[in-house]
């Protein structure tokens, strides 16, 4: 016998009057076999008995407190829908109003009371008045939806009689197979009035200010340029700083109208069929001006000849015109700018690379938002509006390419521009190592 045996077979007389009592209470008042077994069915009779109430009353407990949590997630819900800024009303499926809740009653003048069980028509004005009747069925009829799953912008009625705008998003739901529809709806007057007043400040500034500031700029040009004869030297140089002044306003006028046309989609494109290497030769003679400046000169390393894409040729000038004087405006005296271009699948490729400081680390996650410019000495020397990267990313992007810098780049920094390739690709050795412009 080991340790574990003479501990248990030892123990074993110890358990049995726990174990079963009534056998030895039962032996002591002399029951008989049968009775002791009578007597032990009537114990488990009562305990299953004593079991079932217990799971009766446990089951009834889980249903109160299931019953407590969706009566606390209903007042949850309501408090959620009465306390929104936005107004909420919930439909049948036959249009009448279920719930209208607080920030609706004040958006629409009406009181909830007196709304719910009404058809939500009352809320719109004509055509969709109505028509609304006829949305329902026919979502109900075929599936078709109107509004459903998306957000929309539509007029609504207060109780006054009078129209207003309103954001509208509607979702279904089926709740104990009733089909009910919930409208979440925003008032955009003031957003329409301040949109209607920055049309109108974009158009002042397009025309009242961006058409005296040419002229301005260009009586300077024609005085800069002697053609009024010499100045005295220190006219001549207030003169100066006055006609680089004006171009840098232009430069932010123009650039500020594009953000904002890009922005709001009015910008206009004009789609061609082009071909790449002439847009890339018209850029770089474009932007000489600003080489000779900084004494940088522009080289076409790699040649794509019979390269074309589609796109619009003064927006694609913008963008390369954009690259092309950040990377003369940051690249040292006497260095030169690369212009490298490819093809990658069915794509063009553009590399623009100088020998400048880099991008700043801090900078690159911004790079192409608005405003966005170094904070170094070099940076603020060269001028600029910290927009033009942004402004030729959204034009990229309506050409359905992409733009972007090469990160890692041991010295300098390196711009790519990739668009889709019109056409059959010509070979690679089309390729023209060191041809300089
Ligand atoms: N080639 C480059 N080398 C170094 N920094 C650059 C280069 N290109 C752009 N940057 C940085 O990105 C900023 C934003 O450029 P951009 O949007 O074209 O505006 P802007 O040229 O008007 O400053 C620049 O001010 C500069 O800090
Ligand atoms: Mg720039």
């Not at 209208?100 to 009406?110: D, K």
């Not at 904002?260 to 290497?277: I, P, Q």
Request: proline share 4%; with cysteine.
């Amino acid at each position: 016998m080991n340790r574990y045996h003479r501990r248990h077979l030892g123990r074993r007389p110890m358990l049995l009057p726990f174990a079963v009592p009534w056998a030895s209470e039962a032996g002591a008042a002399g029951l008989s076999g049968a009775q002791a077994g009578t007597a032990m069915a009537l114990v488990i009779a009562v305990a299953v008995v004593l079991m079932a109430g217990l799971a009766l009353h446990r089951e009834q407990r889980r249903r109160e407190v299931v019953e407590e949590a969706l009566a606390a997630s209903k007042i949850q819900q309501q408090a959620l829908i009465d306390t929104m800024v936005d107004a909420v009303i919930i439909i049948d499926d036959m249009g009448r109003i279920q719930n209208f809740n607080p920030a609706a009653e004040a958006m629409f003048g009406h009181a909830a009371s007196k709304v719910i069980g009404q058809n939500i028509r009352l809320l719109m004005p004509e055509p969709h008045h109505s028509a609304h009747d006829g949305y329902l069925a026919r979502h109900k009829e075929t599936g078709v939806r109107c509004v459903l799953g998306r957000r929309s912008e539509v007029e609504a009625l207060r109780r006054d009689g009078s129209r207003f705008p309103v954001e509208l998003a509607v979702t279904a739901m089926k709740i104990h197979g009733r089909r009910l529809f919930s409208g979440l709806l925003r008032d955009i007057t003031e957003r329409r009035k301040v949109e209607r007043l920055k049309d109108e400040f974009i158009a002042t500034i397009s025309h009242e200010l961006r058409t005296p500031l040419t002229a301005i700029r260009g009586s300077l040009g024609l005085i800069n340029g002697g053609v009024v004869g010499e100045l005295p030297a220190q006219s001549a140089a207030l003169i100066r700083l006055a006609h680089d002044n004006s171009e840098r306003l232009l430069l932010l006028v123009d650039d500020l109208l594009d953000v904002e046309r890009l922005g709001s989609g009015r910008m206009e494109f004009h789609f061609v069929s082009l071909a790449l290497m002439p847009l890339i030769e018209e850029a770089i003679a474009k932007n000489a001006a600003v080489a000779e400046k900084h004494a940088v000169q522009c080289v076409i390393v790699r040649h794509l000849d019979g390269a074309s894409v589609h796109g619009d040729p003064q927006r694609l000038l913008q963008v390369l015109g954009n690259l092309l004087s950040n990377a003369c405006k940051f690249s040292p005296r006497d260095s030169t700018v690369e212009i490298d271009v490819m093809h990658r699948e069915d794509r063009v490729r553009i590399d623009i690379r100088d020998y400048g400081p880099g991008i700043a680390e801090e900078l690159r996650p911004r790079l192409f938002s608005r405003f966005a410019q170094g904070d170094t000495g070099n940076t603020r020397q060269s001028g600029g509006t910290g927009l033009g990267l942004c402004i030729s990313k959204a034009i990229v992007e309506r050409h359905g390419g992409e733009i972007g810098f090469v990160p890692g780049a041991e010295v300098g920094t390196t711009f790519y521009l990739e668009l889709a390739a019109l056409g059959s690709m010509p070979s690679p050795n089309a390729i023209d190592q060191g041809r300089k412009e």
